[in-house]
């Protein structure tokens, strides 16, 4: 599943780019991948689209002096903003025994470090560990997890910095130690 996706990322790097899936699975048959697991691939990316189209970051709206942000929506008729709040820095995401297991301390640690250097927001975070969990593989590997960091990222139409790019697309294994 997982060369499915590098072929996908590579070739339409701008998700708007990427076809319906009917197209994209007739290209990627022609271009030699199985069936199965290009099935496979296509329900992890719907299930990616689907938390990226349904995920919003509430921001705090401006209201008039002695009003509230609540009634001041309620004044206006319009609904309270839809989608999450943002995280505040007080908070702390504690990761179930299931997703302890199925990711691993060394996937775990990286999402920790990507989280810590300010790389990867709470909404994103929370679609890339929904993502892993879809993901098959117990652990989940290093690599695969920076796949699905890299699709998370595309999904929302952004690419990642040089050095976050660097860092997820490095070959760990190559590295010899000092």
Not at 65 to 86: D, E, L, R
Not at 88 to 113: D, I, K, N, P, W
Not at 147 to 158: D, K, P
Request: charge should be negative.
């Amino acid at each position: 599943m997982f060369e499915v996706l590098v072929y996908v990322y590579e070739n339409y790097w701008q998700g708007a780019a990427c076809p319906e899936f009917d197209r994209l699975s007739r290209k990627l048959m022609a271009a030699g991948f199985d069936a199965e697991e290009i099935h496979e691939a296509l329900v992890w990316l719907d299930g990616l689209n689907i938390a990226a189209q349904h995920t919003q970051i509430s921001q705090p709206t401006s209201t008039p002096a002695g009003q509230s942000a609540g009634s001041a929506s309620a004044a206006s008729g319009a609904a309270p903003a839809a989608g999450f709040a943002a995280q505040s820095s007080q908070s702390l995401r504690v990761y179930s025994v299931a997703e302890q297991t199925h990711l691993g301390a060394q996937s775990l640690g990286f999402v920790s470090f990507l989280e810590s250097s300010g790389v990867l927001p709470p909404h994103m975070r929370e679609i890339v560990m929904d993502r892993a969990m879809a993901a098959p593989g117990d652990p989940v590997t290093l690599d695969d997890l920076k796949i699905i960091v890299l699709m998370v990222y595309w999904s929302f139409g952004q690419e990642p910095d040089a050095l976050v790019l660097d860092e997820l697309c490095d070959d760990s294994q190559g590295r010899l130690a000092h």
